[in-house]
């Protein structure tokens, strides 16, 4: 029988899983960002608009997070590390036949469907496990994973612009297939890892491995509903903001400066802010509330800049604002899975982990689509960054039915306090808050 720890080791093996998906986190969602750079180039090859290829990506990040339920049933039943290792090999086939595309429809088969099922078999799992192996410096280890994202597009932006321009379309697809491989070896490093309270045998059906019944918790509802909308804008930057900066006048160098500074501040603030959060300071769902609402005002920085004078200028304001919006949405990442437990409980972290990417998709799907719609219709991506904002800024207003989101007058919990491991973020009976003049009423009032 295998031995159960007490709890979390936070830290050990679980640095290596840390590493794990870290690099998972780069070759997904990192990659992904920086592949709106092949867009222009595939309009031109096919004829087709902005909507049309912007569907590419969209369902490539769509299928990722709508199958991600999936991809953390497959886990609860085998575990995580032969899943991880087949998503691999998935993602990396769905490049190599993109490569080969003669149509839009082989590109939306290829990166859409075939990669983006790999992706969906990848991240949730990774991201679950990493949350098990910590308790203390949980959303700091999963801050460290999400810098994944940003290293990736600061290195894959300029490296593919570089690829487009000596290979074209077709030999970069090629060798981001051979990059995407990296996954399986990602997935060989996630050892199990058996903690008090988990379940004594594999689920029974396949609605208990999806993780359904973790709607039945309102505190979930209200954060998945949040979630939902959040990610209507949150990804559009992913896709568009390469080709926003070439509206605007600057060169493809120049659109890469662009996404290299927003990668470089999402990183700076997912580790900026993971480190806070486990400080006990201020409840996560706050913290939730407050940075998914920059994000949205960053967006809408990223959408009002003016137009550049000529490619070789600079762009500093867009810069600014692209600077702006990375910092915003690297802190808002790592606190949409730090929360989790404390939601559902570590035992449930990775089927919600799954449920959350699925939540987004619905955003996801419909974001780049709407926004290349608009830039079709209007001319730029003006229109664009000012829609999908609003659905961020919407969704960070729902954050704020969740417990301990809003600020009240009772004492602050001694910072540096272990999060809730059994999904017990709710108000404690003893400071529930009561009626005015009731007992107690000076410290449990709201402010």
């Not at 229109?383 to 960070?396: D, N, R």
Request: charged share 10%.
């Amino acid at each position: 029988m295998t031995h159960k720890p007490a709890g979390p080791p936070d830290g050990g093996w679980g640095w290596v899983v840390a590493a794990a998906a870290f690099a998972v986190n780069g070759l997904s969602y990192g990659l992904l960002r920086s592949l709106g750079l092949a867009l222009p180039d595939l309009a031109e090859h096919f004829d087709r608009s902005a909507q049309d290829t912007a569907w590419v990506s969209a369902l490539a990040l769509a299928v990722q997070q709508a199958a991600s339920p999936v991809g953390s049933a497959l886990s609860t039943r085998w575990g995580a590390r032969p899943v991880v290792m087949v998503g691999g090999v998935l993602t990396s086939l769905g490049f190599v036949f993109s490569a080969f595309a003669r149509s839009l429809l082989h590109l939306y088969l290829g990166l859409g469907v075939l990669a983006g099922s790999g992706w969906a078999l990848v991240f949730a799992p990774a991201l679950g496990t990493l949350s098990r192996y910590f308790s203390r410096r949980r959303v700091l280890a999963v801050g460290l994973a999400l810098t994944g994202n940003g290293a990736s597009s600061l290195l894959l932006a300029p490296a593919l612009q570089l690829l487009l321009d000596n290979f074209g379309w077709r030999g970069a697809l090629l060798l981001l297939g051979a990059i995407t491989l990296h996954l399986t070896p990602c997935g060989a490093l996630l050892r199990p890892l058996a903690l008090p309270g988990d379940p004594l045998g594999p689920p029974r059906s396949p609605l208990a491995a999806l993780g359904l019944g973790l709607f039945t918790r309102r505190a979930f509802l209200v954060f998945a509903l949040g979630t939902a909308l959040v990610g209507g804008g949150y990804f559009v930057p992913y896709v568009h903001l390469a080709p926003h900066a070439l509206d605007r006048g600057l060169g493809g160098y120049g659109a890469v400066l662009v996404v290299a500074v927003a990668a470089v501040g999402d990183a700076g603030a997912r580790l900026l802010c993971g480190w806070l959060a486990d400080q006990g300071w201020v409840p996560l769902p706050r913290l939730l509330a407050m940075f998914g609402a920059l994000t949205g005002l960053g967006l809408l920085a990223v959408g009002l800049v003016p137009v550049v004078g000529n490619e070789e200028s600079w762009g500093g304001p867009l810069l600014a604002a692209a600077g702006a919006y990375g910092l915003s949405a690297g802190s808002y990442a790592p606190l949409v899975f730090g929360v989790l437990p404390g939601l559902v409980g570590v035992g449930g972290v990775v089927q919600a982990t799954g449920l959350v990417m699925m939540l987004m998709s619905l955003g996801g799907l419909l974001g780049p689509p709407l926004s290349g719609f608009l830039r079709d219709e209007t001319g730029d991506f003006t229109a664009s960054f000012l829609v999908c904002s609003s659905f961020i800024l919407s969704g960070s207003f729902i954050y704020m039915g969740l417990p301990s989101a809003l600020p009240s007058c009772r004492p602050a919990s001694r910072p540096g306090t272990l999060p809730p491991e059994r999904g017990e973020l709710l108000p404690n009976p003893q400071v529930a808050l009561l009626p005015p003049g009731g007992p107690h009423s000076t410290l449990d009032s709201t402010c």
